[in-house]
């Protein structure tokens, strides 16, 4: 692996640390930069991007989806999605807001953040070419994952007060974006009483049931430049066991991990992945990725933006 592409995949992991705030500059190390401003064209064809996929939500019948946006150019890591966040129509923010965890920079800390559809895609990591992906679950589950986001106190539950972009799922050390989802889905789907979140409880309960039923984080692998997380300040190694870290591998919480668990869990569970040229966008409806650069297959829908 060159010395350029791994820095790209830590700048691709530190991105899970920004949410809609910032972009990750592995090169200069500087984290919380603001996004590069977007022209006017840009912007239309983002909302009109946008558009399409909430009135796909509006048509689908449910009320809930687990959402992911792309973000820095991993594909040569196999990585497509780096963030991901739960869409709920019933959201009191707007309706399909998508409830996530980001990184507050200023504050320091992680907090559970609600964003309208349309500035969710905004921060798609470029304008030139962007992808969504949808998870629609089963009504019953659905239902299930809806009462727990929508409840403050249940959301709360499950938000560490410490963040790593490359959190080990099993362990209560931190936390990052997609392992709050992966936690919240975990108490919906199990069942789980959630005690005070002081103790550790709710997360150590919620852990305990995705290992038990399967769960498989994805496995990254940043050869030798593992030891530039020292100087990255949202990319820890303590909390991994030390077989990995001495294999510069880290198992991390990311849309494919938990899109995959949800796949093998729930087969009647359905996709819709989206994405965006500046001339189209392109619809797929099933769990195979659209083609690299938003090429659209004979059965995927395309709506011209021109």
């Not at 998508?98 to 992680?110: G, I, N, S, T």
């Not at 975990?186 to 995705?210: D, I, K, N, T, Y």
């Not at 996709?271 to 090429?295: L, N």
Request: proline fraction near 4%; hydrophobic fraction near 45%.
């Amino acid at each position: 692996m060159s010395g350029r592409a791994r820095a790209w995949l830590l700048a691709g992991l530190c991105a899970l640390a920004l949410g809609p705030w910032g972009a990750c500059r592995a090169g200069s190390l500087r984290f919380c930069d603001a996004q590069a401003d977007l022209g006017v064209a840009q912007k239309d064809r983002l909302l009109r991007f946008a558009g399409l996929i909430k009135e796909e939500l509006d048509h689908s019948g449910q009320s809930l989806a687990i959402v992911s946006r792309s973000g820095l150019d991993l594909k040569r890591f196999g990585v497509r999605y780096s963030h991901a966040g739960i869409s709920l129509k019933a959201s009191a923010n707007t309706p399909w807001s998508v409830r996530q965890l980001y990184y507050a920079c200023d504050e320091h800390k992680p907090r559970i953040f609600d964003q309208g559809m349309s500035a969710f895609v905004l921060g798609l990591d470029t304008s030139a070419i962007g992808y969504i992906s949808v998870v629609l679950l089963p009504p019953e589950q659905a239902s299930l994952l809806e009462s727990e986001a929508l409840d403050n106190r249940e959301a709360l539950q499950f938000l560490s007060t410490a963040y790593s972009a490359n959190a080990y799922p099993f362990s209560l050390r931190y936390q990052n974006c997609n392992q709050w989802v992966a936690e919240l889905l975990a108490a919906a789907l199990g069942g789980l009483a959630a005690p005070s979140v002081e103790s550790g409880e709710a997360r150590a309960e919620a852990q305990g049931w995705l290992k038990d039923n399967g769960y498989q984080p994805s496995i990254i692998e940043v050869g030798s430049l593992m030891w530039l997380g020292a100087f990255i300040p949202w990319v820890h190694g303590d909390d991994h066991p030390r077989e990995d870290t001495a294999g510069n591998v880290y198992r991390v919480s990311m849309p494919a991990s938990i899109e995959a668990f949800v796949h093998a869990r729930m087969p009647e569970a359905s996709r819709i992945e989206f994405c965006h040229t500046d001339r189209q966008v392109v619809i797929r409806r099933g769990w195979d990725d659209i083609a690299e650069g938003c090429v659209a297959a004979a059965s995927d829908t395309v709506v011209p933006l021109d």
